[in-house]
């Protein structure tokens, strides 16, 4: 096996294609919504890593945190050989767990940006020459093939991602990941953990403004890849909690009444003075919950471990 491979799973179109069909979906229902993926071209990438770094968001911190303390227990309790990540981004945290596993043969990363994967593949060689990566670039909401690489298999879903999908879209990506694990194999899974309002609504509006321009960001996507007029100063970042369905909602609300027109969709979209349109969900977890969200997948949850506040979880769960 070559120490690195690439395939890719998605057509060079798609995610033009899928961009196209998610504007059109989104800005013409009631309410409006986009999905939070189309934040992270280059420059979005860029403003979600300075968020990282914000004194007020503590997710990333929390969960490094945990893979610094636990990942020799994580090690042990799955003796790895394969670790696949989902949205693997930089592949950054993913070391901890590298450095962990010391019979792992194969790292599988999987992500929808090409750049990304090759960019995140050529440092992990360079500081690993020993391990194989077997890249794919893929949509892991979408259903997922992996490649034949040896067991036992750890599936890393980390960074509280799971918090974007909605309860429905949730449980059909659970399904799906149960789906690839075979007996021994392993989830593990980062969900950031209910907590007091105030803490929660700060991370998501910092007070340097970068949430706000990494939210405004999709605007920017939009006028770029779909032609579409639209100034970015017109909306204002909004963050609210959402106490009964217990997440964090990223918005955009429009300063004052004014039309989109969209030249690739053919489509000019109105906006009411304060009229909010829906860019993120963040759904925050009690472990009970997902216990209960695992076992509807047949997943069994076996660990659990939190930093030392409490304030984020990663649980270890295998095939029921």
């Known amino acids: 096996m070559s120490p690195f491979l690439l ?13 196209r ?14 999905p939070p993926k189309w934040f992270y071209d280059a420059r979005g990438s860029e403003l979600f890593e300075e968020i990282t770094r914000l004194p007020e968001y503590y997710p990333t911190r929390a969960e490094r945190e945990i ?12 003796e790895a050989r394969t670790l696949v990540e989902l949205g693997s981004g930089s592949s950054e945290k993913t070391r901890h767990l590298l450095d962990a596993l010391p ?15 090759t960019g995140a593949a050529e440092a992990l060689l360079a500081e690993r020459p020993g391990l194989n990566v077997h890249a794919l670039i893929a949509d892991f909401t979408r259903g997922l093939a992996l490649p034949g690489t040896p067991g036992p298999r ?32 392993a989830l593990l899974l980062g969900t950031d953990l209910v907590k007091d309002e105030a803490v929660l609504v700060r991370a ?8 706000a321009a990494f939210n405004k960001n999709v605007l920017s996507v939009i006028a770029r890849e779909l032609g579409a007029d639209v100034d970015p100063g ?6 609210v909690w959402d106490p009964e369905q217990e997440w964090i909602e990223m918005r955009l609300r429009a300063r004052s009444a004014l039309t989109v027109k969209i030249p ?33 997948a047949e997943l069994e949850l076996t660990k659990w471990w939190t930093d030392k506040e409490g304030r984020y979880a990663l649980s270890l769960s295998t095939a029921r």
């Open 264 to 296: 690739e969709l053919d489509l000019a979209v109105t906006f009411e003075a304060g009229e909010e349109m829906r860019t993120e969900v963040s759904a925050k977890f009690r472990q009970d919950g997902v216990r209960t969200e695992l076992a509807a």
């Open 234 to 239: 017109d909306f204002d970042h909004v963050a």
């Open 103 to 117: 019979e792992l043969h194969s790292y599988v990363p999987v992500d929808v940006s090409e750049s990304a994967l």
């Open 21 to 34: 069909a998610d504007v059109l979906h989104g800005l013409t229902r009631t309410p409006k919504e986009l």
């Open 204 to 211: 998501y509006d910092d007070a340097s403004g970068v949430t």
């Open 154 to 185: 750890l599936v890393a879903f980390l960074g509280g991602t799971i918090g974007n999908l909605l309860p429905a879209e949730r449980a059909a990506f659970l399904r799906s990941v149960r789906s690839l694990l075979d007996p021994g194999d």
């Open 67 to 78: 893979l610094i303390a636990r990942a020799p227990e994580i090690a042990a309790a799955t």
């Open 7 to 19: 395939t890719r799973t998605l057509p060079e179109d798609a995610t033009d294609a899928a961009l």
